[in-house]
């Protein structure tokens, strides 16, 4: 094979024996990388009701085709498990340089099972792997953690994989980072990382797999070096540059979604960091000229230390406007505090603004708080529920465990205000306004998320990129409807495969440049078709990991909030209308070849040829 290294590492912490396995080439025609990896391993290795964060879960690192080749966008890597958060599939993605290393190193994936009896890390050099001692870094921050295990292995260009405070005390949506700064946040894999006392995994390697077509892989790098400031703009400023832009057309979440303007927006944009002077630099991942990733400095009122990087968009909005707050230093510190103690950012922000709502309805009070004055709008409380949340301190050990688990605790009406999808909490971006991504936040497996979703109005900007795919219908963002289901399905399976491939969407490349690069890289005749089955084979086996998990068409919704507007947005009354979404909901699942039930049909089970999966579908189904 080309493009992969063939060889798979398997780790039992259990009884700490470590092998290496080697699927054939079908099985990577089929699955080719990240999702498609970890679902097939997850459904036919995780028996259904095990606990998320007990030692018969398992967590697999995954590598896509493109991962650590010299292709812009090539640095991500995936990692899923069963989820903490949701007890359903987990996964998430994370840029930087690690998956590169461990793709040099001399594996494609990782399965890490059992449980440790005491804190381990795993290293991995060309194709050897050993468990050692994590005890004297367990406890340790993320970026102290990085220092030691360089220092332990006497390589200061050790590559590392860490989970941080929040990882060690089953934090439900703690994170993995990658090299610090780049966090694979989503669905609580940091969680299941600490379950098993694993700390880190630390690669090391210089041996990367030949590609199919070299030359041709350079050629599209070399022309992406030369062509990407004049199509994209996220060199400048990174992500956060528009968010003055959705706060006018009503796509960014103000006061847990219960308000429509925040005229303060314009003090936590990536550009008023620039103004004040706080951002160092722009810095990047592995083979990619974008540089889109801040690193930011601060002094006061609260100091920040660049070497945590600095916020994006979703983390902007969530500790921003969000929680209704306008001073873009106490973002930075929250920013930074999640990447210290190993915290999504999403869902620490949208939990921490749920709580906000209680305390402002008087659902929760000072005596709940331990006195902190958790109204919308102040930043030193939001601060510091950060790092009560992380290390799990007073109201912090209940809002660890996200909101719905939170309102289901707090009860009086909170159910109604707390902001999730299947227990994951909802990105920054508004399902009002876009529409599309609100059926996809309903849908997906994990729950809601922005990534693999579509930007309705983006898509609407690019549709002679689309009609190759046979999408050539301008949809407008505030429908739902069947049409909106069709952009959704052949648009994003596009935007799911990225997960598959191991690409970044931040770099713009297009589809036929997608499909030239996996066909230079593995060697392997390509097409847009192929790719979206690709897409679809892994989506559909998510769809089957939740059912068996008890997952039905009734945890595909959004909060009712969302059906009606804030009287003050400029949306102007628009809401996820329930009938609507019902409607474009059943036309998603018969586009998906699943029945009424969102069960998939086993025609088309034996289309994507996981006609094995069948076996893992509810009795009857």
Known sequence: MKGFNGKWLR???????????????????????????????????????VDPLGPENKLVFALGPITGHPFPGSGRNSVGAKSPLSGGYGESEAGGFWGAEMKKAGYDAIIVEGKSDQPVYLWIQDGKAEIRDARPMWGLEVAETEKAIREDLQDGGVRTAIIGPAGEKLVRYASICNDITHVAGRTGMGAVMGSKMLKAVAVRGDKPPEMGDREKVLELSRWMGKNFKTKTNFWQYGTGAAMDYYEAC??????????????????????????????????????CPVRCKKRVK????????????????????????????????????????????GLDTISAGVTISFAMECFEKGVLTLKDTNGLDLTFGNAPAMVEMVERIALRKGLGDLLAEGTRRAAEAIGEGSEEWAMHVKGEEIPMHEPRYKQGMGLHYSVHATGADHCSGIHDDVVNKKLAEWDRIGLAESVPVYEMSGRKARMLYEVGLWRHLANSIGLCLFVPWSNEQVIQAVEAITGWPMS????????????????????????????????????????????????????????????????????ENGVPIHGRLVELNIEWAAQYLPEGR
């Open 528 to 595: 847009s078709w192929k790719l979206m089955k690709t897409a679809e084979r892994g989506i559909t086996l998510a769809r089957v990991f939740n059912l068996r998990e008890g997952f039905t068409k009734r945890d595909d919704m959004l909060p009712r909030r969302f059906a009606s507007s804030p009287a003050d947005s400029n949306l102007k009354g628009v809401g996820v209308d329930p009938e609507k979404l019902s409607s474009a909901r059943k036309a998603y699942y018969q586009m998906m070849g699943w029945d």
């Open 250 to 287: 009503g796509n960014l979440p103000i006061r847990n979604f219960a308000a429509g303007r925040f005229p303060e927006v314009e003090g936590i944009t990536s550009q008023s960091m620039y103004k004040k002077g706080y951002v160092e630099k722009m810095e990047s991942c592995y083979g």
């Open 11 to 49: 780790v039992n912490l259990s009884t700490r024996q470590i092998s290496t396995e080697a699927p054939d080439e079908e099985f990577y025609k089929t699955y080719l990388g990240g999702r498609g990896f970890i679902v097939h391993t997850l459904l036919k290795e995780v028996p259904r009701g």
């Open 298 to 341: 601060l002094e006061k009122p609260w100091k920040v230390d660049p070497v945590y990087g600095g916020p994006e968009y979703e983390t902007l909005g969530a500790f921003g406007s969000c929680c209704g707050i306008g001073q873009v230093e106490a973002i930075m510190k929250a920013n930074e505090l999640c990447c210290r103690y």
